[in-house]
């Protein structure tokens, strides 16, 4: 059965530092997301990317973060100087949205600790 | 802004006690809701879509049931193996899919 992958699964960082999380969505899926989730707290949204290019896109998703599809495989989150409180469970999910088929399946999550 | 609110916040019953968790949701346009089981450290798991009220879809021990208000996730005669938390999200009509998740139901099943 086709899922969504995600590395590294756990990363540890320095304040500061840039980090990238990568992601290989399902292969036929069109709509791509990225969603965090920190300790004890409710997955929010971040941004969704269609086409190439970023469809919306949460208060939380601002000039530190940024996202690409470089091939026709890989999804990244790049976050370039990373804060404390960037801290957290980041899931990238992929939806088909074609054929009535809406719903979004999420990857294994990459743990993001900030020093 | 929508927004989805899940209650209780946990739920402890004895291996065979049926029970329900509930979803309520305000959301502009409902274009979907949706169920998943997350366990710890991991990825939500997707478990159903409903789409309009009066809809209801089942799977194994679980059925999950819509209103225009909020949805039920009924679970019957649970097992240990269904001890997880139960995250409910919408989808509203004016986003490009994005989902807004409620805070969780951590369901406890005790042999």
């Known amino acids: 059965e086709p899922e969504v992958t995600q590395t590294p699964s756990h990363q540890v960082t320095q304040m500061g530092q840039e980090v990238i999380l990568r992601c290989v969505p399902i292969s036929n899926h069109l709509y791509f997301y990225w969603y965090r989730q920190i300790l004890g707290q409710k997955v929010e949204f971040l941004v969704s990317?269609?086409?190439?290019?970023?469809?919306?896109k949460s208060e939380i998703f601002d000039d530190q973060f940024s996202v690409e599809r470089p091939d026709g495989s890989n999804f990244t989150l790049k976050i370039r100087s990373t804060k404390l409180e960037d801290s957290a469970m980041y899931f990238c999910a992929s939806r088909l949205d074609r054929g009535g088929y809406n719903e979004q399946f999420f990857g294994p999550g990459t743990r993001l600790t900030v020093l | 802004e929508d927004q989805v609110t899940q209650s209780p916040e946990a739920l402890r019953l004895q291996e065979g006690e049926s029970s329900s968790l509930n979803c309520s949701y305000t959301v502009s346009g409902l274009r979907g809701l949706f169920w998943y089981r997350q366990d710890p450290g991991k990825g939500p798991e997707f478990l159903f879509t409903l789409y309009s009220a009066g809809e209801e879809k089942e799977k194994e021990r679980l059925k999950a049931t819509l209103t225009k208000k909020e949805s039920f996730l009924h679970i019957t005669a649970p097992k240990p193996e269904d001890s997880a938390t139960y995250l409910c999200a919408v989808q509203s009509g004016t986003s490009y899919g994005k989902l807004t998740f409620g805070q969780g139901t951590i369901l406890t099943v005790h042999p």
């Open positions: 990317f269609y086409n190439n290019e970023i469809s919306e």
